[in-house]
C-alpha cells in the first residue's frame, strides 16, 4: 500500500556481544519522508541503519523494509555507508565509480550494458555533475567527490536513500549544498541521512530520530532545547568535538545552539 512505512521497526534490541546497543526500538518511516538521524558519538546510528538493511539481525524484535524482509529489499536502497571516501590514487574516472552502484544485485562484474550506462549518467544528472563524467577522481573537490558517491547510491535506482554521515569533512557551504540536493531527490525518494548536526539539519528534514541507544523521534518543530539537552546532556559542543576536521563556521553554530538553547549552562 501507497503509505504503509517503508521501514518499520517494532521492539528492536540489538547488542554485539554486551550491553544493548539498539534497545527496544519502535519506528515507522512512511514513504518520501526525510528523516535525520541525529545522536552522540557510539550511541547507535550506524547500528540503526544497518539493522533497517539486515546487515546486522535484531537480538529481538523484527525489522521490515519496504514490506519484507530486509534482506529481500536491501537492493532497493542506496547506501552510502560512513566513511565513504574515494580513494584518489585509484586512476579511475567519475564514471566508473558511479558505474560500480551498478553492480550490486546479483549484476556480474564484467562489461555494462547500455542501460547500465544509461541509469549511471542519470545518476551523475541528478547531483550535478554530468558534465564532469569523465574526469579522473583525483581531480575532484571534496564536495564534488561526496556528489559522485550519492550517484553512485542512485545508480541502484534505489526507493530510499541512506547516507550514514555524508558531510564529514565537508566545509558549510558545500554541506549545505549537499542538504538541498537531498531535498531535490526527496522529491521522488525516502531520506535517512545520519548527522551529528542536530541544529542545522533540523532545518531540512521533517522528523529528526535521536539515537542515544533508545530511539526517539520527533518533528522538527517540536526540537526544542529540551530535546537536544535530553539527548546529549549538558555538553552540545561535544557534538563539534567529534568533528577532528570542523571548522569555525561549525563552531560557531554549535556555540550558536548551545546558548540559544542553554542560557547559563556555561
Ligand atoms: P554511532 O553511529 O551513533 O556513532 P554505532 O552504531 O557505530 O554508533 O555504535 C553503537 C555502539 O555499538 C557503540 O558503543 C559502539 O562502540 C558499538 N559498536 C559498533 N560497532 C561495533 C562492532 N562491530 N562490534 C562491537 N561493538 C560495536
Ligand atoms: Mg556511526
Redesign the pocket.
Same mark, same amino acid.
Given at each position: 500500500m501507497e503509505h504503509d512505512p517503508v521501514i518499520e521497526l517494532r521492539n528492536v534490541t540489538f547488542a554485539?556481544?554486551g550491553a544493548p546497543?539498539?534497545e527496544r526500538a519502535d519506528l515507522a518511516i512512511r514513504p518520501r519522508e526525510f528523516v535525520a538521524i541525529v $545522536?552522540?558519538? $557510539?550511541?547507535? +546510528?550506524?547500528?540503526?541503519l +544497518?539493522l533497517m538493511l539486515g546487515l546486522l539481525q535484531p537480538t529481538c524484535g523484527s525489522v521490515r523494509l519496504l514490506g519484507g524482509p530486509p534482506s529481500a529489499a536491501r537492493r532497493r536502497v542506496g547506501y552510502m555507508p560512513?566513511h565513504s571516501q574515494l580513494d584518489p590514487r585509484f586512476p579511475v574516472t567519475v564514471m566508473d565509480v558511479v558505474l560500480m552502484g551498478r553492480l550490486q544485485g546479483g549484476l556480474q562484474f564484467g562489461p555494462y550494458g547500455p542501460a547500465d550506462r544509461r541509469t549511471a549518467r542519470e545518476a551523475l544528472r541528478d547531483v550535478g555533475l554530468e558534465a564532469l563524467r569523465s574526469r579522473p577522481i583525483h581531480a575532484l573537490s571534496g564536495g564534488q567527490r561526496q556528489r559522485t558517491l550519492i550517484a553512485r547510491a542512485l545508480a541502484c535506482e534505489p526507493e530510499i536513500l541512506m547516507l550514514?554521515?555524508p558531510t564529514a569533512n565537508l566545509d558549510m557551504q558545500v554541506e549545505e549544498q549537499l542538504y538541498a540536493l537531498l531535498k531535490e531527490l526527496n522529491r521522488r525518494l525516502t531520506v535517512l541521512l %545520519?548527522s551529528h548536526d542536530v541544529g542545522f539539519v533540523s532545518q531540512f528534514v521533517s522528523r529528526v530520530i535521536c %539515537?542515544n541507544r533508545t530511539i526517539q523521534a520527533h518533528l522538527t518543530s517540536d526540537v526544542t532545547g529540551e530535546v537536544i539537552r535530553g539527548l546529549y546532556g549538558h555538553d552540545v559542543r561535544m557534538v563539534h568535538h567529534g568533528h577532528p576536521h570542523g571548522d569555525e563556521h561549525r563552531a560557531g553554530r554549535h556555540a550558536h545552539g548551545h546558548h540559544h538553547h542553554h542560557p547559563g549552562t556555561e
Open positions: 554485539y556481544d546497543a539498539i $545522536g552522540p558519538n $557510539g550511541g547507535g +546510528k550506524s547500528t540503526l +544497518k560512513q550514514d554521515e %545520519v %539515537v
